[in-house]
């Protein structure tokens, strides 16, 4: 009998706002009809994830992939580039621009003040939380509908300088 693959966890939901804001970046970048990179908040990391045709099988390289054994956010932005799911763009473009290792750094990897800082952050400049909290469990739910599996494990990238602060 074959062995089953093993099904990914689910994220928590500060790593699909990290996702939403990689595609408002434009930090995703498809390769070919499997492969894509994804490039990190502050530059100083390019992961690699691998996807089946209908997406269900993700192979990717981030540490929380790696190492937490749940969906990471350059996988999850590789499914929304791909069509799998489209948030609508003034979601993606409110969450551009942010310094999520920075702020991940800052609380510590907190991830409920993380996101209490960008949803303050998101109302200063007139964007609406509860629009884009909602459009991230939209994400989630789609995902957890999609019971993704683990693709090969490949290891983290090592860290570059990184080539710009936001």
């Not at 929304?80 to 750094?105: C, Q, S």
């Amino acid at each position: 009998m074959a062995m089953s693959a093993t099904q990914w966890k689910m994220p928590p939901l500060v790593k699909v706002y990290e996702a939403l804001g990689a595609i408002g970046d434009g930090r995703v970048r498809i390769e070919n009809s499997r492969r894509a990179t994804v490039v990190s908040s502050d530059e100083s990391k390019t992961y690699e994830v691998e996807t089946s045709a209908d997406g269900r099988e993700i192979a990717s390289n981030d540490n929380a992939s790696y190492w937490q054994g749940y969906v990471g956010y350059p996988a999850i932005a590789v499914l929304l580039a791909r069509g799998f799911y489209r948030p609508p763009a003034n979601v993606t473009d409110a969450l551009a621009g942010v310094a999520w290792k920075d702020l991940n750094r800052k609380f510590k990897n907190d991830w409920a003040r993380t996101i209490a800082e960008v949803e303050q952050n998101l109302e200063q400049a007139g964007h609406d939380p509860d629009t884009v909290r909602s459009e991230a469990d939209a994400v989630l739910s789609f995902l957890r509908a999609l019971r993704p599996v683990r693709g090969k494990r490949i290891r983290p990238p090592a860290e570059k300088p990184a080539l710009k602060t936001r």
